[in-house]
């Protein structure tokens, strides 16, 4: 089987299971704006992303630097050292996360520098610094040794039991925000569980006194991605407390709402990417060296680009009967930034396939100083523009930074591992997205549902007609994955 087969197979497992899982968050999406207000739901994406710093910190990079060290030490037969030293190191970290993020959230509270209820809520969520953290590396066991299907049987799983618990909590059980988070921490703790016994089928998993080397390689490789990490948090969801502070709850309220859309879609699209591709150039790199890897991140790109493409200019069509659809027409005052949000994180996460030469030779520290520079420059423009141009202005800064940083994280990485970007195809299918754009943008059926379905219907014959039909190199693709053998 070719690595390009090998790669859309495992892909395609990751596809199907995140899509099932974004399923679960499309559902939650409508009955959460509705059952919410605009404030409540701001509130919501507060706490989620101060919890995204928690756990960061309780993870300290490390789960990144298991899939960078995996097959070198399933190579020499290290697991077992390699899984006591993860797990005992993410939960000494972890649990220091949890401790600090309660007692901050008690303390501040008590001093009147937040308010009680984000206080009563922070403190609530705690325990999910430590229960996330040792979910994630036992997740990232299964997809270092490539168990794309056990993967994404566990994370429809625990997507669904979050949706279910949460919703519960939310709606009949406590009621609001502090019901919905209830929830949450009672299904990821049930969740744990099973990650762990699905891991168990990897590595034999136990704590221990961690092994010295492996842990100041994993540690030297893992800390600045967790800076990495935290400045990506910062980049994605500082402007959001500008937000707050220059316009109010409820413009924060359209603001979250379209940039939570946004993040759900670019997920079902980008994520199964990159789950995929990360292991296998890190194995093709250790077992076959730099020829092959190349070769492999050749295609890999060029797949990027087809799957890309068409998603941009497809939800930049479809964003106004979209969120209207899921959210309500009282979120409507965001539509305009789903283009800014979705195009940013489409492009910048093209870093997992043209980044991977940082990741390769262990320069983790420049991926994080370029981040952190991104985020300073965020940050200004956000206060630049915010004023003048409201929530449209957080967009657009939001978007020229990760643009930005996109740009940058290639020049490096291609600078340590260089491989051929085929830009007459990747103009060709920017041309054929346009098309397609052009095609569908302006189709108005009368009803938000009806208009949805046919742009969505009448966009993909568009494109896959153009790009398939008319282009040898995407026939040669499909032919390439369809070869027996």
């Known amino acids: 089987m070719s690595q390009l087969r090998a790669f859309l197979r495992k892909t395609s497992h990751y596809v199907l299971g995140n899509g099932l899982g974004m399923l679960s968050g499309l559902i939650s999406?409508?009955?959460?704006?509705?059952?919410l207000e605009p404030a409540d739901y701001g509130l919501m994406g507060l706490v989620s992303s101060v919890l995204l710093g928690a756990v960061a910190f309780g993870k300290l990079g490390i789960q990144n630097s298991l899939i960078r060290f995996f097959a070198e030490a399933k190579r020499e037969g290290r697991l077992a050292t390699l899984a006591k030293t993860y797990i005992t190191t993410g939960l000494a970290a972890a649990g220091v996360a949890a401790l600090v993020l309660s007692a901050g959230a008690w303390t501040l509270g008590e001093l009147g520098a937040i308010g009680d209820r984000l206080a009563f809520v922070l403190v609530l969520t705690s325990p999910l610094a430590l229960i996330r953290t040792q979910h994630s590396l036992a997740v990232n066991f299964l997809r270092a040794d490539e168990r794309s299907r056990t993967w994404s049987t566990v994370d429809v799983v625990h997507r669904y039991a979050c949706l279910a618990f949460g919703l519960l909590g939310a709606l009949y059980v406590i009621g609001g925000v502090e019901g919905f988070f209830t929830g949450l921490v009672t299904a990821e703790s049930l969740m744990l569980v099973v990650a762990m016994i699905a891991a168990r089928k990897v590595v034999p998993l136990a704590v221990g006194m961690p092994d010295r080397k492996l842990l100041t390689a994993a540690v030297s490789f893992g800390l600045p991605l967790l800076f990495f990490e935290l400045t990506n948090i910062v980049l994605a969801f500082g402007d959001r407390v500008l937000i707050l502070e220059m316009l109010g709850e409820a413009p924060l309220g359209h603001y979250t709402a379209a940039y939570n859309l946004s993040d759900t879609l670019q997920k079902f699209i980008l994520l199964p990417i990159s789950l995929a591709v990360q292991p296998m150039y890190m194995r093709l790199w250790a077992e076959q060296g730099r020829e092959a890897t190349q070769a492999f991140l050749s295609k890999a790109g060029a797949f990027f680009v087809l799957v890309a493409t068409p998603a941009i200019f497809g939800v930049i069509a479809v964003r106004e009967p979209l969120l209207i659809l899921l959210a309500g027409k009282a979120y409507a005052d965001g539509v305009d930034v789903i283009p800014l949000a979705f195009g940013g994180y489409v492009l910048y996460g093209s870093y997992a396939v043209f980044g991977a030469g940082l990741f390769i030779h262990k320069q983790t520290l420049r991926l994080a100083i370029a981040t952190a520079v991104a985020c300073v420059a965020n940050l200004g423009l956000n206060l630049l523009l915010i004023p003048?141009?409201?929530?449209?202005?957080?967009?657009?800064?939001t978007a020229i930074s990760y643009v930005g940083l996109m740009v940058v994280l290639t020049i490096m990485s291609f600078r340590t591992l260089r491989f051929s970007l085929p830009w007459?195809?990747?103009?060709?299918?920017f041309a054929f997205g346009a098309a397609m754009y052009g095609c569908i943008a302006y189709i108005e059926l009368g009803h938000v549902a009806a208009t949805l379905a046919v742009r969505i219907l009448v966009g993909a014959v568009v494109f896959l007609g153009l790009a398939l039909g008319v282009d040898a190199r995407g026939r040669q693709l499909v032919r390439e994955v369809l070869r027996p053998g």
């Open 29 to 35: 999406y409508p009955i959460l704006t509705r059952v």
């Open 424 to 429: 007459a195809y990747m103009l060709r299918i």
């Open 388 to 397: 003048k141009y409201g929530i449209l202005g957080a967009a657009i800064a």
